[in-house]
Nanobody
């Protein structure tokens, strides 16, 4: 099983980016999905999460600006980021709880995608 994150880049403050996280491999079902970020010198923190049914949770710092979503038919999750601020600059990682066809359940991480917001 692999998670492939994409969509990061350089954007000016106030701009927008859309991150994608595509899962592939021997997947039976994907349960919770989440986006985390880690800025230099900081610990990795949860940005947003979404259950399979679509219930969402957001860090206070991104509420009202970021939207997490998923397409269960494509085994893909998304993070729409609007009104970006310089303090949003970090490497963003996707995470997913996946049941594999061997009936094992594990958390998997994507490789990270850099988001840089200039002031």
């Amino acid at each position: 099983v692999q998670l492939q994150a994409s969509g990061g880049g350089l954007v000016q403050a106030g701009g927008s980016l859309r991150l994608s996280c595509a899962a592939s491999g021997n997947i039976l079902r994907i349960d919770d999905m989440g986006w985390y970020r880690q800025a230099p010198g900081n610990q990795r923190e949860l940005v947003a999460s979404i259950t399979r049914a679509g219930s969402t949770n957001y860090a206070d710092s991104v509420k009202g600006r970021f939207t997490i979503s998923r397409d269960n038919t494509k085994d893909t999750g998304y993070l729409e980021m609007n009104s970006l601020k310089p303090e949003d600059t970090a490497v963003y990682y996707c995470n997913a709880q996946i049941f594999t066809t061997s009936l094992r359940k594990n958390y998997y991480w994507g490789q990270g995608t850099q988001v840089t917001v200039s002031s």
